[in-house]
């Protein structure tokens, strides 16, 4: 019996993992977080725009072991939705613009030497590093951007108030250091981004200034009619609260 080429193919296994602890301390592991949920939101509107991190980013089909697993990253120009593993084949061959790893004792060595030759190979626009614990780089934080397929360093800023500030032309965003923690921020409104716990704390915070300021602007003589408009709320709203 004679087998068609089909069945002499061998599926290829991509794993969705290598069974790795997410990050090396609690320190890594939440400035992955942060970064990954602070530009999520950011990017929420943006239907073309994928935003994650710690996952693996094959880029050479067939080869299982052409694979990167950045710390944070962002694709412009492909469907925002869940994934376990980026193909880049499957994904209109785009590469992630932005790359931000988080660098610690045992990844100083990849994430300076290995990883910008790999990244700037596959043209990753920036590519940016941050030490929680400034012990391993030096400065704490820095950029990276591709010119003429090879990396030049980003010049930092320092703000008036001391502030270290790295200007992400990619993201159209600033990456600060704020007494030593990285911070994610848009410059057109000077305005810090939140990861999502702090989202709702902020939004409830407003939620709850909003709701003590009704008494205030009643004895001011404003109508209910006249503080549902000023608060962007509803009548019923407003008449609930009184009856609080």
Known sequence: MTLSPNQLKTEIFYPHSDR???????????YLVYGVEALEIYFQDQKDVYVSGNVFVYYKKGVPSAVVAPDVFVVFGVEKRKRKSFKVWEEGNKVPSFILE???????????????LKYSRLG????????????????QLKGQRLVAGQYQPIL???????????HSEVLGLDLRLIAGELRFYNPRTGKKLLNYKETEQARQQAEQAQLHAIPRLL???LSIEQIATALSLSV???QQNLRR
């Not at 990753?124 to 400065?139: C, G, I, M, R, S």
């Open 20 to 30: 790795q602890p997410m990050a090396e301390s609690d320190a890594a592991r939440d």
């Open 124 to 139: 990753v626009q920036e590519y940016f590093q941050y030490d929680p614990t400034a012990d391993y780089l030096n400065p």
């Open 219 to 221: 004895k001011l003589g």
């Open 156 to 166: 930092p800023q320092l703000l008036p108030d001391g502030v270290l500030s790295i």
């Open 102 to 116: 988080i660098t610690s004792e045992t990844t100083q060595e990849v994430d300076e030497e290995e990883k910008p």
């Open 236 to 238: 019923e709203e407003v």
